[in-house]
RNA sequence: GGGCCUGUAGCUCAGUCGGUAGAGCAGGCGGCUCUUAACCGCAAGGUCCAGGGUUCGAAUCCCUGCAGGCCCGCCA
């Protein structure tokens, strides 16, 4: 029956035969499985046609395909540690449990099976079964078996169906998680603490971005989501927590494309008494052990590459030398605000007319040298307008002590020595401010926000520090080779379907455009 | 925001010059005791993204909209 709705009706027929002939098609549980994996384990080395007389299995997993041949057929089945086929017989089962599984059972249910394992005689391991339950009846056909979910809008929108009908998608997000687990691991083994700080705030700062906008009922107050997580964090080190780190989303009201989602995750850390150098070398040694635990989850050839290319040290390179090199401009960092942004204008970038003078420097910069970045790269000492929360250079002026680390021509870390004079931040923080006479809101937003009270944490002493963020999904895409950011992220944002869309109180109070 | 491309059966895709809709998989019925996208036979299955226009006639041409992708610009 070939409509979507005859399909679905199809498999409910099924499953109301099995309920009258008095069996639960949505059962509680199956006790005492043994994962895929570990069958095919125990069968290695057993010959064809050989078996583990004796022993007995249980597995489950969903249908892959049914594969009948009269009186024998061929299940195969996947859990999350992959796949193992069920092979029933007539003889095992009995003619009326064998009819009753084969005319009751589709491709995407949840199937259980206990059985015996044994490799068949074309040399495939499987599980002789001996009986063979419905764990779960699935109403929707799944993606064709061979293609799968070609369909990018479908896999997005329902990540479900894409995970369930591709094993490659569901082990790229089993990387994620042991990247993200070994990142926590590895920043616990050096010392750091993770912490939680709030996703609610009054003011966003600490980023360049536009904020998402909420409404705070208890304290009927408008709250901003946040941009970063860097200045609740060094509040933590006032407070005299020395090493600390967060992993969390951060949120940016911005474009979503191929290496931006709105809603991303962050790491930070923060580490009193040590320095930007400090924290560089704990950056490779970071990426170092991340780019080891994401090899397996990769083809040979990437695996080492990957490997070779998060081998420390990193190349340095100074940002001025880079920049007057690469454009052939030279002392351009040190031109007039105005000539600068007609530069970034020829280098192709979006330009406003009151743009500050670092926002066109590193619009120049990002055209002429980050693109070029392909092999881990650090890149050191910024000029000090571009970079309101970073200590002055102790010996070279205009700059603050700052690197990013850029690899295949995106940044995958930026770091700093904090800036820990309460009067000079208060005076950086004002220089970031639109000047009174173009304060749209649209501008207004960008600017580093103004935290008062932060401003008044480091009055009462920060030690000095050395800090860091890294973009956990783009740091993640580098180790995984994943072209896009929504490849890394579960449930990346859609649009609404037409006619679908959820009236919103929080969108009026959007900025406007 | 600008440019280009895509949207056809549950899924993967064809559809010529504008002439009234095709295949494979999945599903139904029948057959088959070692398959690997099993195989063989039979029958069935459509809001051609939505709306409008041109035309005797539109999946096809035009316009508008919606959704997605890629490139560019941009925040990580």
Redesign the pocket.
């Known amino acids: 029956?070939?409509?979507?709705?005859?399909?679905t009706e199809?498999r409910r027929l099924?499953r109301d035969r099995l309920k009258q002939g008095g069996t639960e098609p949505y059962p509680y549980g199956f006790p005492d499985r043994t994962p895929m994996a570990s069958v095919r384990q125990e069968l290695q080395g057993q010959a064809p046609?050989g078996e583990l007389s004796g022993v007995v299995r249980r597995v489950a997993g969903r249908l892959?395909?049914?594969?009948?041949?009269?009186?024998?057929a061929?299940l195969?089945l996947r859990d999350q540690t992959g796949e193992l086929?069920l092979?029933l017989?007539?003889?095992d089962l009995g003619e009326d449990a064998y009819r009753q599984v084969l005319?009751t059972i589709?491709?995407g249910d949840l199937v259980g099976a206990e059985g015996v394992p044994?490799v068949?005689?074309?040399?495939?391991p499987?599980v002789r079964a001996t009986s063979v339950v419905l764990l779960a009846k699935s109403l929707?056909?799944?993606?064709?078996?061979?293609?799968?979910?070609?369909?990018?809008?479908?896999r997005?929108r329902q990540r479900y169906v894409d995970l369930l009908s591709s094993a490659e998608t569901l082990r790229r997000f089993e990387a994620r998680s042991a990247l993200v687990t070994e990142m926590r691991r590895y920043l616990g083994s050096q010392g750091f603490m993770e912490v939680e700080t709030p996703v609610l705030g009054r003011v966003a700062s600490g980023?360049?971005?536009h904020p998402f906008l909420t409404h705070y009922r208890f304290l009927e107050e408008d709250f901003r989501l946040r941009?970063a997580l860097e200045l609740p964090l060094k509040r933590l080190l006032v407070g005299g927590f020395e090493r600390v780190f967060e992993i969390g989303k951060v949120f940016?009201n911005?474009?979503?494309?191929?290496?931006?989602?709105?809603e991303?995750t962050m790491m930070e850390l923060y580490w009193a008494y040590a320095d930007y150098t400090d924290v560089r070398h704990l950056v490779e040694g970071l990426t170092e052990d991340l780019a080891k635990v994401a090899a397996p989850f990769l083809s040979k050839e990437e695996a080492e590459a990957r490997v070779r290319d998060f081998t420390p040290p990193y190349p340095t390179i100074d940002y001025v030398e880079a920049l007057e090199k690469e454009s052939g401009i030279p002392d351009l960092v040190d031109l007039p605000r105005e000539r600068l942004v007609a530069l970034?204008r020829e280098?192709?970038?979006?330009?406003h007319e009151g743009m500050s003078h670092g926002?066109a420097l590193?619009?120049v910069f990002?055209?002429y040298v980050e693109a070029k970045l392909d092999r881990p790269t650090f890149v050191l000492d910024y000029p000090v307008e571009t970079t309101p929360l970073a200590k002055r250079h102790r010996s070279k002026p205009g700059r603050v002590e700052r690197f990013e680390l850029f690899y295949k021509g995106?940044?995958?870390g930026?770091a700093y020595s904090e800036l820990n004079d309460p009067d000079d931040q208060e005076a950086r923080f004002r220089e970031q401010l639109p000047p009174p006479s173009r304060t749209g809101a649209h501008e207004e937003e960008e600017a580093y926000a103004y935290d008062e009270d932060f401003v008044e944490a480091l009055r009462y002493g920060m030690p000095p520090a050395g800090g860091l963020?890294m973009?956990v999904?783009?740091l993640l895409m580098a180790m995984l080779g994943a072209?896009?950011?929504?490849d890394i992220i579960l449930f990346?944002p859609?649009?609404?379907?037409?006619g679908n869309t959820t009236p919103s109180p929080a969108s009026s109070a959007g900025p406007s455009?």
């Open positions: 029956m070939p409509t979507g709705e005859e399909l199809e099924k046609g892959l395909t049914v594969r009948q041949h009269g009186k024998t061929f195969p086929q092979f017989r007539v003889d005319e589709d491709p044994m068949t005689r074309r040399g495939e499987s929707r056909p799944p993606p064709e078996k061979w293609h799968g979910l070609q369909d990018t809008e479908a997005l980023g360049l971005a941009v940016r911005e474009d979503l494309d191929a290496d931006h989602s709105p991303f970034a280098c192709g970038a979006k330009v926002a590193d619009k990002g055209h995106i940044e995958l930026n963020g973009g999904d783009r072209s896009s950011i929504k990346p859609t649009r609404a379907k037409a455009k």
